[in-house]
Protein backbone atom coordinates (compact mmCIF):
# COMPACT_ATOMS: atom_id res chain seq x y z
CA UNK A 1 0.00 0.00 0.00
CA UNK A 2 1.49 3.28 -0.75
CA UNK A 3 -0.73 5.83 0.91
CA UNK A 4 -4.75 5.54 3.00
CA UNK A 5 -7.32 7.78 4.15
CA UNK A 6 -10.57 7.82 5.71
CA UNK A 7 -13.85 9.16 3.86
CA UNK A 8 -15.85 11.87 5.11
CA UNK A 9 -18.04 8.72 6.08
CA UNK A 10 -15.23 6.89 7.88
CA UNK A 11 -14.75 4.56 5.11
CA UNK A 12 -11.14 3.13 4.02
CA UNK A 13 -9.42 5.01 1.02
CA UNK A 14 -6.06 3.65 -0.07
CA UNK A 15 -3.80 4.21 -2.58
CA UNK A 16 -2.44 0.52 -3.91
CA UNK A 17 0.77 -0.55 -6.09
CA UNK A 18 -0.54 -3.91 -7.57
CA UNK A 19 2.65 -5.14 -9.74
CA UNK A 20 2.68 -2.32 -13.01
CA UNK A 21 -0.43 -0.98 -12.17
CA UNK A 22 -2.09 1.02 -9.31
CA UNK A 23 -5.37 1.02 -8.11
CA UNK A 24 -7.17 3.14 -5.62
CA UNK A 25 -9.85 0.94 -3.30
CA UNK A 26 -12.92 1.99 -1.35
CA UNK A 27 -13.30 -0.21 1.57
CA UNK A 28 -12.07 -3.12 0.26
CA UNK A 29 -13.54 -2.56 -3.44
CA UNK A 30 -11.52 -1.41 -6.55
CA UNK A 31 -12.66 2.13 -7.53
CA UNK A 32 -10.26 2.62 -9.87
CA UNK A 33 -7.17 0.66 -12.04
CA UNK A 34 -4.55 2.41 -14.01
CA UNK A 35 -5.06 -0.99 -15.97
CA UNK A 36 -8.35 0.01 -17.29
CA UNK A 37 -8.51 4.09 -18.88
CA UNK A 38 -10.54 3.50 -22.29
CA UNK A 39 -13.47 4.50 -21.18
CA UNK A 40 -12.10 7.32 -19.33
CA UNK A 41 -11.04 8.58 -22.81
CA UNK A 42 -14.33 7.75 -24.29
CA UNK A 43 -16.45 10.14 -22.01
CA UNK A 44 -14.32 12.86 -23.28
CA UNK A 45 -14.60 12.09 -26.90
CA UNK A 46 -18.55 12.06 -25.76
CA UNK A 47 -18.26 15.72 -25.24
CA UNK A 48 -15.36 16.97 -28.00
CA UNK A 49 -17.51 18.19 -30.75
CA UNK A 50 -20.29 19.70 -28.99
CA UNK A 51 -17.27 21.55 -27.24
CA UNK A 52 -15.83 22.54 -29.99
CA UNK A 53 -18.62 24.65 -31.37
CA UNK A 54 -18.56 27.36 -27.91
CA UNK A 55 -16.58 29.87 -27.95
CA UNK A 56 -14.76 29.48 -24.41
CA UNK A 57 -16.44 26.21 -23.43
CA UNK A 58 -16.58 25.58 -19.52
CA UNK A 59 -16.23 21.47 -18.39
CA UNK A 60 -16.87 20.27 -14.76
CA UNK A 61 -15.34 16.89 -14.04
CA UNK A 62 -16.59 15.05 -10.89
CA UNK A 63 -13.72 13.29 -9.56
CA UNK A 64 -9.93 13.59 -9.92
CA UNK A 65 -9.23 10.17 -9.63
CA UNK A 66 -5.96 8.51 -11.28
CA UNK A 67 -6.42 11.74 -13.50
CA UNK A 68 -7.28 10.10 -16.80
CA UNK A 69 -10.84 11.61 -17.05
CA UNK A 70 -9.28 15.17 -16.86
CA UNK A 71 -6.65 14.32 -18.93
CA UNK A 72 -8.78 12.68 -21.58
CA UNK A 73 -10.63 16.42 -21.53
CA UNK A 74 -7.73 18.91 -21.55
CA UNK A 75 -5.86 16.34 -24.75
CA UNK A 76 -9.72 16.69 -26.65
CA UNK A 77 -10.23 20.74 -25.93
CA UNK A 78 -9.06 23.60 -27.13
CA UNK A 79 -6.54 25.94 -25.62
CA UNK A 80 -9.65 28.29 -24.50
CA UNK A 81 -11.16 25.93 -22.41
CA UNK A 82 -12.17 26.03 -18.47
CA UNK A 83 -11.96 22.53 -16.80
CA UNK A 84 -13.18 22.47 -13.29
CA UNK A 85 -12.47 19.58 -11.46
CA UNK A 86 -14.54 18.51 -8.17
CA UNK A 87 -12.58 16.33 -5.67
CA UNK A 88 -13.83 15.49 -2.33
CA UNK A 89 -11.02 13.46 -1.11
CA UNK A 90 -7.99 16.31 -0.79
CA UNK A 91 -5.57 13.32 -0.25
CA UNK A 92 -5.84 12.34 -3.89
CA UNK A 93 -4.26 16.02 -4.59
CA UNK A 94 -0.89 15.29 -2.88
CA UNK A 95 -1.06 11.82 -4.26
CA UNK A 96 -0.95 13.21 -7.71
CA UNK A 97 1.98 15.63 -6.71
CA UNK A 98 3.43 12.07 -6.07
CA UNK A 99 3.26 8.95 -7.25
CA UNK A 100 -0.07 9.09 -9.10
CA UNK A 101 1.36 12.16 -11.21
CA UNK A 102 3.15 10.23 -13.91
CA UNK A 103 -0.12 8.57 -14.77
CA UNK A 104 -2.19 10.92 -16.69
CA UNK A 105 0.62 13.64 -17.34
CA UNK A 106 0.35 15.71 -14.65
CA UNK A 107 -2.61 17.15 -15.39
CA UNK A 108 -2.90 19.34 -12.26
CA UNK A 109 -0.54 21.42 -13.95
CA UNK A 110 -2.43 22.20 -16.74
CA UNK A 111 -3.11 26.25 -16.45
CA UNK A 112 -7.09 25.31 -17.49
CA UNK A 113 -7.81 23.25 -14.67
CA UNK A 114 -8.93 24.91 -11.32
CA UNK A 115 -9.04 22.10 -8.70
CA UNK A 116 -11.97 22.36 -6.27
CA UNK A 117 -11.60 20.30 -3.03
CA UNK A 118 -15.42 20.04 -2.30
CA UNK A 119 -18.45 18.02 -2.62
CA UNK A 120 -19.26 17.53 -6.20
CA UNK A 121 -23.58 17.83 -4.99
CA UNK A 122 -22.78 21.16 -3.64
CA UNK A 123 -20.53 22.63 -6.26
CA UNK A 124 -23.54 21.67 -8.96
CA UNK A 125 -26.44 22.91 -5.86
CA UNK A 126 -24.57 26.07 -5.97
CA UNK A 127 -24.51 26.43 -10.09
CA UNK A 128 -26.50 27.77 -12.65
CA UNK A 129 -25.95 27.91 -16.58
CA UNK A 130 -22.56 27.43 -15.91
CA UNK A 131 -20.95 24.50 -17.81
CA UNK A 132 -21.43 23.03 -21.02
CA UNK A 133 -20.44 19.75 -20.24
CA UNK A 134 -20.38 17.69 -17.17
CA UNK A 135 -18.58 14.32 -16.72
CA UNK A 136 -19.17 12.56 -13.35
CA UNK A 137 -16.54 9.72 -12.65
CA UNK A 138 -17.45 9.73 -9.05
CA UNK A 139 -18.35 6.08 -8.06
CA UNK A 140 -18.78 2.86 -9.90
CA UNK A 141 -21.83 4.22 -11.16
CA UNK A 142 -25.36 5.73 -10.61
CA UNK A 143 -24.92 4.39 -7.11
CA UNK A 144 -23.11 6.24 -3.79
CA UNK A 145 -20.09 3.87 -3.43
CA UNK A 146 -17.55 6.31 -2.19
CA UNK A 147 -20.13 8.34 0.31
CA UNK A 148 -23.45 7.71 1.21
CA UNK A 149 -24.08 11.37 0.08
CA UNK A 150 -23.62 10.88 -3.68
CA UNK A 151 -27.00 9.37 -3.94
CA UNK A 152 -27.94 13.01 -4.69
CA UNK A 153 -26.50 13.10 -7.73
CA UNK A 154 -28.21 10.38 -9.06
CA UNK A 155 -31.22 11.03 -7.89
CA UNK A 156 -34.76 13.22 -9.74
CA UNK A 157 -33.88 15.93 -7.64
CA UNK A 158 -30.24 16.19 -7.88
CA UNK A 159 -30.69 15.45 -11.79
CA UNK A 160 -32.36 18.33 -11.70
CA UNK A 161 -29.94 20.04 -10.75
CA UNK A 162 -27.56 19.21 -13.09
CA UNK A 163 -30.15 20.31 -15.91
CA UNK A 164 -29.90 23.88 -13.98
CA UNK A 165 -25.88 24.06 -13.64
CA UNK A 166 -25.79 23.14 -17.40
CA UNK A 167 -26.28 25.50 -19.99
CA UNK A 168 -28.34 25.16 -22.82
CA UNK A 169 -27.67 22.42 -25.05
CA UNK A 170 -25.04 21.21 -22.13
CA UNK A 171 -24.16 17.95 -22.30
CA UNK A 172 -23.87 15.16 -18.85
CA UNK A 173 -22.07 12.12 -18.80
CA UNK A 174 -22.04 9.60 -16.19
CA UNK A 175 -19.16 6.70 -15.90
CA UNK A 176 -20.70 3.22 -14.53
CA UNK A 177 -19.44 -0.48 -14.74
CA UNK A 178 -22.91 -1.21 -15.99
CA UNK A 179 -25.83 -0.88 -17.77
CA UNK A 180 -28.70 1.32 -15.57
CA UNK A 181 -31.71 1.88 -17.44
CA UNK A 182 -33.76 3.03 -14.50
CA UNK A 183 -31.52 5.67 -14.23
CA UNK A 184 -31.54 6.58 -18.05
CA UNK A 185 -35.19 6.96 -17.21
CA UNK A 186 -34.62 9.14 -14.51
CA UNK A 187 -32.39 11.00 -16.73
CA UNK A 188 -35.07 11.27 -19.28
CA UNK A 189 -37.35 12.84 -16.64
CA UNK A 190 -35.18 15.30 -15.82
CA UNK A 191 -34.86 16.74 -18.89
CA UNK A 192 -32.11 14.75 -20.94
CA UNK A 193 -32.09 13.09 -23.84
CA UNK A 194 -30.68 10.00 -22.67
CA UNK A 195 -28.43 7.38 -24.16
CA UNK A 196 -26.49 4.04 -22.76
CA UNK A 197 -23.26 3.83 -25.05
CA UNK A 198 -21.32 0.84 -24.02
CA UNK A 199 -17.41 1.31 -24.42
CA UNK A 200 -14.29 -0.83 -24.17
CA UNK A 201 -12.67 -0.62 -21.05
CA UNK A 202 -8.90 -0.53 -22.12
CA UNK A 203 -7.83 2.05 -24.75
CA UNK A 204 -8.30 1.07 -27.86
CA UNK A 205 -10.25 -2.03 -27.60
CA UNK A 206 -14.03 -2.21 -29.07
CA UNK A 207 -17.03 -2.70 -27.14
CA UNK A 208 -17.88 -5.98 -29.01
CA UNK A 209 -14.58 -7.57 -27.36
CA UNK A 210 -13.23 -7.61 -23.65
CA UNK A 211 -13.91 -5.98 -20.51
CA UNK A 212 -16.72 -2.88 -21.30
CA UNK A 213 -17.87 0.14 -19.22
CA UNK A 214 -21.43 1.87 -20.46
CA UNK A 215 -21.68 6.00 -20.34
CA UNK A 216 -24.78 7.76 -19.61
CA UNK A 217 -24.87 10.16 -22.23
CA UNK A 218 -27.99 13.16 -21.96
CA UNK A 219 -28.27 16.38 -23.79
CA UNK A 220 -29.86 19.09 -21.77
CA UNK A 221 -33.20 20.23 -23.91
CA UNK A 222 -35.79 22.75 -23.41
CA UNK A 223 -38.10 20.10 -22.05
CA UNK A 224 -38.90 21.73 -18.26
CA UNK A 225 -37.73 18.22 -16.22
CA UNK A 226 -40.74 16.38 -14.30
CA UNK A 227 -41.63 16.53 -10.79
CA UNK A 228 -40.63 13.28 -9.33
CA UNK A 229 -44.15 11.57 -7.98
CA UNK A 230 -43.39 11.52 -4.27
Not at 17 to 34: K, P, T
Not at 115 to 124: A, E, G, K, N, Q
Not at 137 to 142: A, I, L, R
Request: proline share 6%; charged share 25%; with cysteine.
Amino acid sequence: MIGSATTPDGGSFELVRQGSSLAIFCDGSVLMSSELSGSEEAMAAEVEAHLARRSRPRVLVGGLGLGYTLRAVLDATSARTEVVCVELMKVLAEWHRGPLGPLAGRPLEDPRVTLVCDDVVRVIQRSTDAYDAILLDVDNGPIAMTVRGNWRLYSPEGLRDIHRALRPDGVLVVWSASADKPFAKRMRQAGFDAQMRRVGARTGSRPTKGETHVLLVGRRTDRPPRRHAR
